[in-house]
């Protein structure tokens, strides 16, 4: 497993370290420059103005910039001065997993970039969501923190085979949805199994408070 010398990752137990892919840079193509770009570009120009303050200097400081998709090891070298680290996964993971990297403070990253028929939105996880919507807020220490306590806490979650059973439909559906050319029926064997759950969760007792 690439550690980028960052220590943060050389912390990590074996079972988590299992899920962390390569990034393999080079398989980025142009294209995948140019969406990364226009998407970029289009978030600057509106949360420049809107966003809290942290998000634009965040940027900078996670070893992100607009012009081109993120280098794990250019991250790394940044966000290792912050405490934190990323590590590039395929797709989703298991949610128990999801939130022990965030105890161990480690930003999980989709090694994978949105096909540019999917540029304004993509159901399945990528690297233009992972990097730029999370890293440049770990540059706040008390949202890092926070983000930190958040995994601690997620990780005692109880979790039953039925959650594991609803995150490989989840999971399988957005595979399915990224790739231009896949049969409708495909999709919709996914969806069937999705309806299940909704069923399950219509039936169990309201609470109120």
Same mark, same amino acid.
């Given at each position: 497993?690439?550690?980028?010398?960052?220590?943060?990752?050389?912390?990590?137990?074996?079972?988590? *370290?299992?899920?962390?892919?390569?990034?393999?840079?080079?398989?980025?193509?142009?294209?995948?420059?140019?969406?990364?770009?226009?998407?970029?570009?289009?978030?600057? =120009?509106?949360?420049?103005?809107?966003?809290?303050?942290?998000? !634009?200097?965040?940027?900078? *400081?996670?070893?992100?910039? !607009?012009?081109?998709?993120?280098?794990?090891?250019?991250?790394?070298?940044?966000?290792?001065?912050?405490?934190?680290?990323?590590?590039?996964?395929?797709?989703?993971?298991?949610?128990?997993?999801?939130?022990?990297?965030?105890?161990?403070?480690?930003?999980?990253?989709? =090694?994978?970039?949105?096909?540019?028929?999917?540029?304004?939105?993509?159901? =399945?996880?990528?690297?233009?969501?992972?990097?730029?919507?999370?890293?440049?807020?770990?540059?706040?220490?008390?949202?890092?923190?926070?983000?930190?306590?958040?995994?601690?806490?997620?990780?005692?979650?109880?979790?039953?085979?039925?959650?594991?059973?609803?995150?490989?439909?989840?999971?399988?559906?957005?595979?399915? *949805?990224?790739?231009?050319?896949?049969? *409708?029926?495909?999709?919709?064997?996914?969806?069937?199994?999705?309806?299940?759950?909704?069923?399950?969760?219509?039936?169990?007792?309201?609470?109120?408070?």
């Amino acid at each position: 497993m690439e550690t980028y010398g960052n220590p943060v990752l050389n912390r990590l137990p074996q079972h988590l *370290k299992r899920f962390i892919v390569p990034q393999q840079y080079d398989r980025y193509t142009a294209i995948d420059q140019a969406v990364w770009r226009y998407v970029m570009r289009q978030n600057y =120009a509106y949360l420049r103005n809107i966003a809290y303050y942290p998000y !634009i200097p965040g940027l900078h *400081k996670a070893g992100l910039t !607009i012009e081109e998709i993120p280098n794990l090891q250019t991250m790394n070298d940044s966000l290792k001065h912050m405490g934190w680290g990323a590590a590039t996964v395929d797709g989703f993971i298991p949610p128990a997993a999801f939130m022990e990297f965030q105890a161990y403070r480690v930003l999980v990253v989709a =090694a994978d970039i949105r096909q540019i028929e999917h540029i304004e939105y993509t159901p =399945a996880p990528d690297i233009i969501h992972e990097s730029s919507g999370h890293a440049p807020i770990i540059g706040e220490p008390e949202y890092a923190a926070y983000l930190q306590y958040f995994g601690e806490i997620g990780t005692k979650a109880m979790f039953s085979e039925k959650d594991f059973e609803l995150y490989e439909a989840i999971r399988n559906l957005s595979i399915l *949805k990224e790739v231009v050319v896949q049969p *409708k029926s495909s999709c919709q064997v996914q969806k069937q199994s999705l309806l299940r759950y909704k069923k399950i969760w219509v039936n169990l007792p309201k609470w109120h408070y």
